[in-house]
């Protein structure tokens, strides 16, 4: 297959100059979106939903691993570069001008689909938190996504680390969830004013008798407060500083030190 036109090149024949406020900063470099499609592993025949994809990088790179691409990008100005993507890759490439807030993605993508985005930094936190708190089994079969390092960081961060906390509980207690790749600002066109890193998760079966808004409710309380100890910052949660100690956690410990199975028992002992 003859090389495809530089992303830089098909970019200025657009005329697509970055939008700030879209949170547009664009991944040029060919072997480094090939990495990243490579994440989510072999995705020959699957469908992927990417939001976001602006002039086309990632989503040559997924069509390129044979990929099936529904792709939702808010900024109409990247539909002509996109529809050229589509007729290289005949009935491959759905294109669909939306707020990716404001659609409904299980039924653009369907059951099943995987989710490649290097995502619009103000709308990404947003996003993770809708597709984790969705009803389980999720339709998704794994979320490959950039975020800000220190989200990135959040998201997979073990107890007893400043990083830890509401999303990585949220994250972790139902999924597996691993840093991918660390990605400098020089990766992007224009450089972000922040580093970036790719987390790649993937849903487990959710443990039993836990409900997730009992979890939430607990993680908000416990780490609103994080210095505090526990018997402190749960006292807005009824009934949680005596499950606490009938599951053995001694309430003057404080929320950081205690594990994501550690929230899940909790929660189910709170029911
Ligand atoms: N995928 C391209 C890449 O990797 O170079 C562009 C990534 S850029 C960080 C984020 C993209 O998300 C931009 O194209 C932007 O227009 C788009 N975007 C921003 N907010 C959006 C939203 N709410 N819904 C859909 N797309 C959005």
Known sequence: MSQPEPLRDVIARHGLQASKALGQNFILDRQLLAKIAAVPGDIDGQTIYEVGPGPGGLTRALLERGAQVVAVERDRRFAPALAELGDEFPGK???VEADALKVEASELAGR????V?????????A????WLTDGWPPWW???TLMFQKEVAERIVASPESDAYGRLSILAQWRCEAKLAM???RSAFVPAPKVESAVVNIIPASAPDGVGSE??????????????KMLRSSLRSVPGAIEALERIGIDPKRRAETLAVAD???LARELG
Do not use: C, D, H, M
């Open 93 to 95: 490439l759905e294109f």
């Open 112 to 115: 099943g689909a995987r989710v």
């Open 117 to 125: 985005s290097n995502l619009p930094y103000n709308v990404g936190t």
């Open 127 to 130: 996003l993770l938190l809708r």
């Open 141 to 143: 079969a794994s979320l």
């Open 182 to 184: 660390r990605l400098g």
């Open 214 to 227: 009992r979890l939430e409710q607990i993680t908000q309380a416990a780490f609103g407060q994080r210095r």
């Open 263 to 265: 929230f899940v028992s």
